[in-house]
T-cell receptor, first 112, second 116 residues
Framework: LAKTTQPISMDSYEGQEVNITCSHNNIATNDYITWYQQFPSQGPRFIIQ???TKVTNEVASLFIPADRKSSTLSLPRVSLSDTAVYYC?????????????FGSGTRLSIRP | GAVVSQHPSWVICKSGTSVKIECRSL??????MFWYRQFPKQSLMLMATSNEGSKATYEQGVEKDKFLINHASLTLSTLTVTSAHPEDSSFYIC????????????FGPGTRLLVL
């Protein structure tokens, strides 16, 4: 199972773009990179998933370099409601044997 | 998107009693469900993987006789904390894998357990 490393915490201000980088040096060929958001006392919520290059949806973008040993979650124009813990995970979503192991996550705090 | 529910959302019980937590996939079939435990300010810790119709696979250090898991159907898995003690107080979260889905796992809202 690929281990991930993220910054423990980050601070930013409303309206700014926030980039959270995750290292996953041992990522396997079939692994995808998935980011989840978690608010206190709630289950994690899926944000975005990608395999390579760039993926964008209505809430975030995910940048993955060619070697796939890292990835960056980009949150455009954050608001106070984006204050949460963000988890980067790697795994094969098509493998019945695959399971998600959570790392420490990044605690993002947005200030007014 | 796919929805996973948990019941109850919170429970308080006396030490020594057993507590059952249900996890349901509401609009999809889940061949695999996962149970996590999360202590305050910590990350989620995988406890076990539950496959429909077979025995659960427990992570190292998780007592299978303490945390009984039953995955009776493609939409329901249950976690029973037997003879609960105060140290079992935690936030329990389940997730389900849609066997046809691109997204890896859908998570439930969690169940807060407080053992007095």
């Amino acid at each position: 199972l690929a281990k991930t490393t993220q910054p423990i915490s980050m601070d930013s201000y409303e309206g700014q773009e926030v980039n959270i980088t995750c290292s996953h040096n041992n990522i396997a060929t079939n692994d995808y990179i998935t980011w989840y958001q978690q608010f206190p006392s709630q289950g994690p919520r899926f944000i975005i998933q990608g395999y390579k290059t760039k993926v964008t949806n209505e809430v975030a973008s995910l940048f993955i370099p060619a070697d796939r040993k890292s990835s960056t979650l980009s949150l455009p124009r954050v608001s106070l409601s984006d204050t949460a813990v963000y988890y980067c995970l790697v795994g094969d979503p098509y493998s019945s044997a695959s399971k998600i192991i959570f790392g420490s996550g990044t605690r993002l705090s947005i200030r007014p | 998107g796919a929805v996973v529910s948990q019941h109850p959302s919170w429970v308080i019980c006396k030490s020594g009693t057993s507590v059952k937590i249900e996890c349901r996939s509401l609009d999809f079939q889940a061949t695999t469900m996962f149970w996590y435990r999360q202590f305050p300010k910590q990350s989620l810790m995988l406890m076990a993987t539950s496959n429909e119709g077979s025995k659960a696979t427990y992570e190292q250090g998780v007592e299978k006789d303490k945390f009984l898991i039953n995955h009776a159907s493609l939409t329901l898995s249950t976690l029973t904390v037997t003879s609960a003690h105060p140290e079992d107080s935690s936030f329990y979260i389940c997730s389900a894998r849609d066997r046809a889905g691109q997204e890896t796992q859908y998570f439930g809202p969690g169940t807060r357990l407080l053992v007095l």
